[in-house]
Nanobody
């Protein structure tokens, strides 16, 4: 099992910045991607940003150029720097870790892990 602990959410004015952190612990071997998703009120969960072990990044269209994902592999921690925040960025932000393992029987299994979520509210 992998445990994800998020921090850094809160209330910020439009145009402001926030930085989210997510630390992974437990069975972290095999984690190949970490990232952030968000769920605005009344909407489905969507990808914000993700980063693979090799450094490849993916961003949701609505955050490109404003948000930056980074990762400290040694600390098993992923960060999300959010700049130029807009009211439509208001959502619960969830950390995600994607893990792939090979069993003793040579079976490949993959797992998705989620943090508890942290609220980000952008409002004046």
């Amino acid at each position: 099992q992998v445990q994800l602990v998020e921090s850094g959410g809160g209330l910020v004015q439009p145009g402001g910045s926030l930085r989210l952190s997510c630390a992974a612990s437990g069975s972290v071997n095999g984690i190949i991607r970490m990232g952030w998703y968000r769920q605005p009120p009344g909407k489905q969960r969507e990808l914000v940003a993700a980063r693979t072990n090799s450094g490849t990044t993916h961003y949701g269209d609505s955050v490109k150029g404003r948000f930056t994902i980074s990762r400290d592999n040694a600390k098993n921690t992923v960060y999300l720097q959010m700049d130029s925040l807009k009211p439509e960025d208001t959502a619960v932000y969830y950390c995600n870790a994607y893990r792939v393992v090979v069993t003793p029987n040579d079976e490949v299994r993959d797992y998705d892990y989620w943090g508890q979520g942290t609220q980000v509210t952008v409002s004046s």
